[in-house]
């Protein structure tokens, strides 16, 4: 769905805006398979 578009994009890319860094890219650190964890977890604490 569009929020793992989302998701995938800013893990793999990280996000900035003019020039200022909010998330460091984590795509190539951390690999997919803890992305894919990482993004598990969040719904969890999503739900709360």
Avoid: C
Avoid at 20 to 26: A, G, S
Avoid at 35 to 48: D, S, V
């Amino acid at each position: 769905d569009s929020g793992d578009e989302w998701f995938i994009q800013r893990y793999q890319h990280g996000s900035s805006h003019d020039g200022k860094v909010y998330m460091p890219p984590f795509g190539d650190v951390l690999g997919q398979k803890a992305g894919w964890a990482i993004r598990a977890w969040l719904e969890t604490k999503h739900q709360e």
